[in-house]
């Protein structure tokens, strides 16, 4: 166990479905990272939070939409999604203070119909 | 633009042999390495670190080489195990000393496989 959770493992959604990804630290970290992995491509870093303040936006589609309610806890909303964003979602946490060591959560599987 | 790639995608050794994957990086700013190791069904998980001003960090049985002259880094495994059957990723950032957190590119992972 890394300390970092995520639910639900396994998600299949269609196309005009809402649901959410959810993700929660028990390190005491303050910064929290989403990532998508997808067969054959390196993971590919989408959002980071730092301090519940969202520092970076790798030019990710609005279909996904971050959420950081406090340090602990990191949502990803998902609407509309096509089905190229079939992946595997990972999320991380960190110190976030100069520390660039980050902590994985085991990833949703994420399937768009 | 920048890029962590790796050279080979696929590595398979007998088990007790040692194991080196090896990781190529673009960025001549890159100040932080990692290696992370993914088994099947999990996130990758932290092995070793090494920052720009060393050129060799051990662990246990876990050795990372630097060459910032060629951009190059190396993962040794002595005595590889089945249990170290697993992608293998480096990843790099630049941001050390920058910012607090760390903006990690990551490479597009080897895949070791160790035979019994």
């Known amino acids: 166990e890394t300390g970092v959770t995520q639910t639900p493992r396994h998600l299949v959604m269609g196309m005009t479905n809402k649901k959410s990804l959810k993700c929660e630290q028990h390190?005491?970290?303050?910064?929290m990272y989403w990532y998508k992995q997808s067969a054959k491509k390196p993971l590919e870093l989408m959002f980071v939070?730092?301090?519940?303040?969202?520092?970076e936006n790798n030019s990710v589609p609005s279909r996904f939409s971050p959420e950081c309610p406090n340090s602990s806890h990191l949502f990803l909303h998902l609407h509309t999604l096509q089905p190229e964003d079939s992946a595997l979602y990972l999320c991380?946490?960190?110190?976030?203070?100069?520390?660039?060591?980050?902590?994985f959560g085991p990833g949703t599987r994420l399937t768009v119909t | 633009g920048e890029s962590v790639g790796l050279h080979l995608p696929t590595l398979s050794v007998q088990e007790g042999d040692n194991s080196i994957i090896n990781c190529a990086y673009s960025n001549s700013a890159s100040d932080y390495f990692i290696w992370y190791k993914q088994e099947s069904g999990k996130g990758p998980q932290f092995i070793i670190d090494?920052?720009?001003?060393?050129d060799k960090r051990q662990g246990q049985r876990v050795t990372v080489l630097l060459n910032k002259t060629v951009k190059h880094l190396s993962l040794q495994i002595a005595a590889t195990q089945p249990g170290d059957s697993a992608v293998y990723f480096c990843?790099?950032?630049?941001?050390?000393?920058?910012?607090?957190?760390?903006?990690?590119?990551f490479g597009q992972g080897t895949i070791l496989t160790v035979h019994p």
């Open positions: 991380a946490s960190s110190s976030g203070q100069g520390s660039y060591e980050q902590y």
């Open positions: 390190l005491g970290h303050n910064a």
């Open positions: 090494i920052r720009s001003n060393m």
């Open positions: 939070y730092n301090f519940k303040e969202q520092t």
């Open positions: 990843a790099e950032t630049p941001n050390a000393g920058g910012t607090s957190y760390g903006k990690l590119t």
